[in-house]
């Protein structure tokens, strides 16, 4: 069975084409950012198990082995002294568990899961920012190739308009200046071809930073338009209310508020509870054991701590006050980050369509100034400014489309959707409560769940 090239090639091409879901796939599962982000709200669930730990026994073993020697005089007249050698040991467990802390534990213990949960908003802001960087390097690709595309069909058609100019002078249809005209354009049409490349070059590179991979053939984007909110007040409602980098920020004034707790707890009493078990021995001549085992209650309670203590609340106080004023700055960018996201989808949007009327009255500017140039009514001139208008079009088209795209995934990230989910990513979703729960109620391991 014979198959031509052709179908081979189109084939190949389509093995070969990513579409933005899957670059934005690649970006979920291996951006290098994302993934540090990861492990450090991990980290940070690791907070709650060392919180968790007041509420635990410790047991601590000991032993000891020594050798001493002691001279005495016993009979000083006749010079007769007493040496005696012990060599002393011993062993013991002790386990301290405390009864009452005037709940610094638990208040310890809110405070790691209010900074847990902060941490997984801002694993979630990550996310979006990964996914609107990734979208974006995707949008420049595609914008910066188009635009390599139009500068060199430019090229092309200015060295078409050279060879014509040079044989028309030729034949005296020409004039120098003509052909002067068409080779400086042509010149400038091989320098913008240069920038062209070297801007492609760049968006490349900034594609391969965050998806992970090059760009290979990517396919056209239809843009997120339908998820983006109708109304700039819609789209407010919905970031105040939803939006990751608000909710981080509130999660922090509730630590804040247990840690205050946490140092006040510190300055009232606490009783504590301690058994012990002891075998000291002696393995000299005359050797002994003794066995020893003693529970004890202690009630502590801080009379006078030198001011730390004081100075602590004060301190986790001030930091309270420094979390709710973030709170309203984090509400006062995202508001400003919705009216500006907003605001470029509307202007790209007509800009769009403004572009594209132009482009069909540059094309058609162009077919007619060069018809009219062979026939003797218009210049070589009228030709190169005609053609250089539908080039100026054709690279405004391609930057207000991007610009249009780009600004829908800014709205969906400015009010805190800009998500696998709400894209609808084929990804294995990354739920950061899966560790959580693993690692929360752990007595005792080092390995985590990497396995290291």
Do not use: C
């Amino acid at each position: 069975m014979m198959i031509s090239g052709a179908v081979v090639t189109a084939l190949t091409t389509a093995s070969l084409a990513e579409s933005i879901d899957a670059a934005l796939v690649s970006a979920y599962h291996n951006n290098p950012t994302l993934n540090a982000q990861r492990a450090a709200t991990r980290a940070v669930d690791e907070s709650v198990a060392i919180a968790k730990s007041g509420y635990r026994p410790t047991i601590t073993g000991s032993a000891n082995i020594g050798l001493s020697k002691s001279t005495s005089n016993v009979n000083a007249a006749f010079g007769a002294n007493r040496t005696t050698r012990l060599a002393p040991g011993g062993f013991g467990v002790t386990v301290n568990q405390t009864l009452w802390d005037s709940y610094l534990t638990q208040n310890s213990v809110d405070a790691a899961r209010a900074a847990v949960q902060a941490s997984q908003e801002a694993l979630r802001n990550s996310e979006q920012n990964i996914l609107f960087n990734g979208a974006t390097a995707y949008l420049d690709v595609i914008r910066d190739r188009a635009i390599l595309g139009y500068q060199r069909q430019n090229l092309e058609f200015l060295n078409e308009q050279v060879r014509s100019e040079e044989a028309r002078f030729e034949v005296g249809e020409a004039t120098r200046t003509d052909t002067a005209q068409a080779r400086a354009s042509r010149a400038e049409a091989q320098s913008n071809v240069s920038l062209a490349q070297a801007n492609l070059k760049t968006s490349e590179a900034v594609y391969r930073q965050i998806i992970g991979n090059d760009p290979a053939n990517l396919q056209p984007v239809r843009g997120v338009g339908k998820l983006v909110p109708n109304s700039i007040n819609s789209a407010m409602a919905v970031a105040e209310r939803e939006h990751p980098a608000i909710k981080s920020t509130e999660f922090l004034v509730d630590q804040a508020i247990y840690n205050v707790k946490t140092a006040e707890s510190g300055m009232l009493p606490r009783i504590d509870l301690q058994g012990q078990v002891s075998r000291n021995f002696d393995q000299s001549a005359t050797a002994s054991v003794v066995d020893s085992a003693s529970v004890a209650a202690t009630l502590t309670v801080p009379i006078y701590q030198g001011g730390s203590q004081s100075a602590t609340v004060r301190q986790n106080k001030e930091t309270l006050g420094q979390r709710r004023i973030q709170v309203d700055e984090s509400v006062d960018n995202v508001r400003a980050a919705v009216v500006s996201a907003y605001s470029q989808y509307q202007g790209a949007t007509a800009a769009a369509r403004a572009n594209n009327e132009q482009l069909k009255a540059a094309r058609l500017a162009l077919q007619g100034a060069v018809e009219e140039r062979n026939v003797g009514q218009r210049t070589t001139l009228d030709v190169l400014d005609t053609q250089s208008q539908v080039i100026a079009a054709q690279i405004a088209l391609a930057n207000s489309s991007r610009n249009v795209k780009v600004a829908g995934y800014a709205i969906l990230s400015a009010i805190g959707r800009l998500s696998a989910k709400k894209l609808g990513l084929r990804v294995s979703n990354y739920d950061p409560n899966d560790h959580l729960e693993e690692v929360q109620d752990k007595w005792f391991g080092l390995r985590i769940p990497s396995g290291n």
